[in-house]
């Protein structure tokens, strides 16, 4: 069975600082996808950035990137210039490659930015 | 805004009775799937639905039921509650039921059993 570890139960940022968000999962299937989900405090579930396991270039959107290591089955997710709006629980999801899959999340990260 | 919407935001009910949980997909997608988030599980896959059939089960309870109507909605029901089953529970959707399409959460309904 596919598992998910997130081994940062809690993180802090200084405003406009990096911080980077660590995951990694245990699969052997070769087609899959990774995915980190943010939750603020309304509790809405949102796709923050989403990484397909055949690409070896790592995805990017704005400020939000990941760092994907295949080999070592890690995922880890990148905040520049973090601002108070990303103050939330961060979930990294596994989902295996074909139909009829389901998200696998890992425990979450909660994450606090410091004004 | 995801465009996929629950009803109701929160619940609250005792133990032993039934509920039930609605969600509407966005707009033209037919793939509906139910998670259960709770402190102690976590976020979990609870079943999936495309275009009214169950296509993939996970760690749901024999007491919860779903299903997918024509106009693609679905229902969530829960049944003998337990203190246990206090959870917030997410519909997302998709286009279809391939890995590749994106899943979008509604806002979830919280469930508090007493």
């Known amino acids: 069975a596919q598992t998910v570890t997130q081994s940062q139960p809690e993180m802090s940022v200084q405003e406009a600082e990096t911080v980077t968000l660590s995951c990694t999962y245990d699969t052997s299937e070769s087609d899959y996808y990774l995915f980190w989900y943010k939750q603020p405090p309304s509790r809405q579930m949102i796709l923050v950035i989403r990484?397909?396991?055949?690409?070896?270039q790592n995805a990017t959107e704005n400020r939000f990137s990941v760092n994907f290591q295949k080999a070592a089955k890690s995922f880890s997710l990148k905040i520049s210039d973090s601002q108070l709006g990303d103050a939330a629980m961060y979930f990294c999801a596994y989902r295996r490659g074909g139909s009829n899959y389901k998200l696998t999340f890992g425990k979450g990260t909660l994450l606090t930015v410091n004004p | 805004d995801s465009g996929v919407t629950q009803t109701p935001k929160h619940l609250i009910t005792a133990t032993g009775q039934r509920v039930t949980l609605r969600c509407s997909p966005r707009s033209g997608d037919l793939s509906v799937y139910w998670y259960q988030q709770s402190l102690d599980q976590g976020l979990q896959f609870l079943i999936q639905y495309y275009n009214g059939e169950e296509r993939a089960k996970g760690n749901i309870l024999e007491r919860f039921s779903a299903q997918q109507f024509p106009d693609l909605h679905s229902e969530l029901n829960l049944s003998s509650l337990e203190l246990g089953d206090s959870a917030l529970y997410f519909c997302?959707?998709?286009?279809?039921?391939?890995?590749?399409?994106?899943?979008?959460f509604g806002p979830g309904t919280r469930l508090t059993v007493t």
């Open positions: 990484q397909e396991a055949y690409k070896q």
């Open positions: 997302a959707s998709s286009v279809g039921t391939s890995a590749s399409y994106e899943q979008y």
